[in-house]
């Protein structure tokens, strides 16, 4: 069984970011809000947020892709959001929630020496289950920047929370503690480094590392929600599209969710 042992915390957060990432944003910790992604956008109304990350110990009201509910229960899990100012136009964010799954991914790699996978279009999975996901929202108002609030939702211990699919945690996945400062530092530096270099390169500087975790990949795969389609994983394109090989040739899918339909594995 794994204990409580590490509340989140500023000041043990910080000691475990670099300078350079340190001097780039500021922390906070919250006991318990609705979502960290909607107390945000609420405050960027008033705030310049560039920079700022919010963390919570427990969620309220998590929200999901696809307007799901994100559960977070109190010390289990890593609920956090980071704002960035960013270019307006959208077409420049194509693909950054893939992005933001492979950076935490080998961040978690390099740390923890877990082996993560990629479910398109924002899913990060262990031993073939869920253990995480991305929420990106952008806020405009006409200027000349925009904001984005990038959400990452990681199972740390293990919940008896009752959800819709088999689900995987990190210190299950290791055998011992992890403790979530160390995992919250972890993500932020992935994002923060990740986000430093987006506009010089966008998702074509990452969707070699993508697809070198993607779960889809040559795997028969559904796509519901919006259009129905069914074909073979076969990567993902400079935007993000999940590349499907389909009777009719090799279809892009830009929205949706995949299942993958196990009686046919190719
Ligand atoms: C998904 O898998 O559908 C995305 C889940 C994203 C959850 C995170 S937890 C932190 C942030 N605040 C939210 O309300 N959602 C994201």
């Keep these: 069984m794994f204990a409580i042992t590490d509340p989140l915390n500023v000041e043990v957060l910080s000691t475990r970011l670099a ?3 340190r001097s780039v944003v500021v922390v906070e910790v919250a006991e318990e809000v609705a979502s960290t992604n909607e107390v945000l956008r609420q405050r960027a109304m008033q705030d310049m947020l560039h920079g700022r990350v919010l963390l919570a110990e427990s969620q309220t009201q998590g929200k999901g892709r696809l307007g799901r509910v994100w559960h977070t229960p109190k010390g289990k899990n890593l609920a956090l ?7 307006p136009d959208p077409r420049s964010l194509a693909g950054i929630s893939l992005a933001v799954g492979a950076a935490v991914a080998e961040s978690l790699e390099k ?14 999975y262990l031993d073939g289950r869920k253990c995480g996901g991305v929420l990106v929202e952008t806020l405009t108002d006409g200027q000349q920047r925009s904001l984005v609030l990038i959400g990452v939702g990681l199972n740390i211990m293990p919940v008896d929370t009752e959800v819709d699919q088999p689900v995987a945690d990190l210190s299950s996945h290791v055998g011992r503690d992890v403790p979530r400062n160390n995992v919250a530092a972890c993500v932020i530096e992935a994002l923060v480094d990740l986000l430093q270099a987006w506009e010089a390169g966008g998702f074509s500087a990452w969707r070699e590392r993508w697809q070198a975790r993607d779960l889809l990949r040559d795997v028969a795969v559904t796509i519901s929600g919006g259009q129905t389609l069914t074909g073979v994983g076969c990567g993902v394109d400079d935007t993000g599209a999940l590349l499907l090989r389909t009777a009719e040739g090799i279809e892009p899918v830009f929205a949706g969710d995949a299942s993958v339909r196990k009686e046919q594995r190719v």
């Design 81 to 87: 959001t980071l704002a960035w100012s960013c270019d």
């Design 111 to 124: 740390v923890f020496g877990v082996d993560m996978q990629l479910k398109w279009p924002n899913d990060m």
């Design 19 to 21: 300078a350079s990432t």
